[in-house]
Nanobody, 122 residues
């Protein structure tokens, strides 16, 4: 089992920045591909970003490309999501996820954190 805990969410004004962290514990000797997803009220969970096990490959949703950066530190067992130029439409609960495949599809991730709230005011 792997446990994932997100942190770093909060309230920020439009145009501001936040950095989310996702700390993994448990069976972290097996390195997983990691992803960030988000869910806004009344909307379905959507893909935000993903990073391969070694960090050499990343992918982003079109809506965040150029503003968000995903990275990882495998020594610290932590994945990050740097979010710049935030917009009110970025308001959502952000979840990190881990799985055996580098993918944009939520269904292929086995492990999920509890989520952290990001609120962007206009």
């Amino acid at each position: 089992q792997v446990q994932l805990v997100e942190s770093g969410g909060g309230l920020v004004q439009a145009g501001g920045s936040l950095r989310l962290s996702c700390a993994a514990s448990g069976r972290t000797g097996i390195t997983y591909a990691m992803g960030w997803f988000r869910q806004a009220p009344t909307k379905e969970r959507e893909f935000v970003a993903a990073i391969s096990t070694g960090g050499g490959a990343t992918s982003y949703a079109d809506s965040v490309k150029g503003r968000f950066t995903i990275s990882r530190d495998n020594i610290k067992n932590t994945v990050y999501l740097q979010m710049n130029s935030l917009k009110p439409e970025d308001t959502a609960v952000y979840f990190c996820a881990g799985g055996p495949r580098y993918t944009n599809y939520a269904a292929e991730y086995n492990y999920w954190g509890q989520g952290t709230q990001v609120t962007v005011s206009s």
